[in-house]
């Protein structure tokens, strides 16, 4: 296992900590488990910062796509002028989701819903919108689980069909605590999901707005900064096509080859990296577990 005070865990767990913010204790408490189980494919799917990036534009990217999603993001959050203490308050979510102590992520949900419960207002266009709404959530649930699930399979590691399914399945349960009773539970629920909502997408330039500040931004450690714009163009081509025909992500969004192969390098070189002080590693110690449980 890699040395927890070096360098990188020190940049992989700057990935997770907004500033400022307490920092959550995946060693505690001993024993308690988290709301999904150690040898689930969530755990395996989530240790992987690298997919989970990618994952996490290409979920955003379907969100806005979705004209109550992207007002209620664009109008209630801090996304658009500093996007990236937003962006480790979401990972810094779904870590605690996934791997945390089942107190701290049913504590943690309880919030997020209570924030949720005072988000509402109009679209541009006069469409009423609340964020507690279950469609809303169904949408945002089930647009993250593709995300991170295909992420994953694309440039980290291929999942078996099976595996695909119970990563949905798995996510579900979850979903249904913060509200999202409708999520997908599986890859043919998503497909249906999608094409449910496709005709409710529209394009709208707040996409492209996003993308140029994930270019922009300095969010990953500075070693790494130069592969920022490749995962970007990774995370565009695992979304949908019809949707990137939706929304106007043309070919000059397109991955190139070599960009292609350098982020399946980065995915599967962190698959194998376990990093004491990071979330996974921290929740298996908590079990009981060796600290690379899931990584060997």
């Known amino acids: 296992m890699a040395d927890g005070p070096g360098r990188i865990a020190g940049l992989i767990q700057g990935l997770y900590q907004p500033e400022g913010a307490p920092r959550v204790d995946f060693r505690q408490p001993p024993g308690e488990p988290a709301l ?21 534009v290409s979920a955003v990217i379907l969100e806005l796509a979705e ?4 007002t209620g993001v ?8 500093d996007p990236l ?10 870590m605690v989701t996934v791997y945390g102590a089942r107190s701290t992520a049913e504590a943690m949900i309880a919030g997020v819903r209570r924030m949720h419960d005072r988000v509402a207002g109009d679209t541009p266009a006069g469409t009423a919108y609340r964020a507690s709404d279950v469609e809303l959530l169904n949408w945002v649930q ?11 399979h694309a440039y980290a590691r291929p999942l078996s069909a099976a595996d695909r399914d119970r990563f949905y399945a798995e996510a579900a349960p979850v979903a249904a605590l913060y ?47 130069g592969l920022q714009g490749a995962l970007i163009r990774a995370a565009v081509a695992i979304t949908p096509a019809e949707v990137r025909t939706v ?14 192969r350098l982020v399946r390098l980065a995915g599967a070189a962190a698959d194998r990296l376990a ?14 577990l060796a600290g690379d449980y899931l990584y060997s």
């Open 247 to 260: 929304v106007g992500l043309g070919r000059e969004w397109d991955l190139g080859p070599v960009e292609g």
């Open 74 to 81: 664009w109008e209630h959050s801090s996304f658009r002028t």
């Open 179 to 225: 509200g999202a009773v409708g999520a997908p539970a599986s890859v043919a629920e998503w497909q249906a999901h999608l094409a449910a909502m496709l005709p409710k997408l529209e394009r709208h330039a707040i996409v492209l707005e996003f993308l140029d500040l994930m270019r922009k931004t300095a969010i990953l450690p500075t070693p790494l900064r």
């Open 85 to 94: 203490p937003r962006l480790k308050r979401t990972g810094l979510a779904a």
């Open 142 to 152: 089930a647009t993250a689980s593709f995300g991170f699930l295909e992420a994953y």
């Open 67 to 70: 004209p109550r999603v992207r």
């Open 36 to 56: 999904v189980a150690p040898d689930s494919v969530s755990w395996r799917v989530f240790k992987n910062p690298v997919s989970l990036f990618v994952g996490g």
């Open 275 to 288: 990093i004491q002080g990071t979330p996974a590693v921290e929740a298996c110690l908590r079990l009981g």
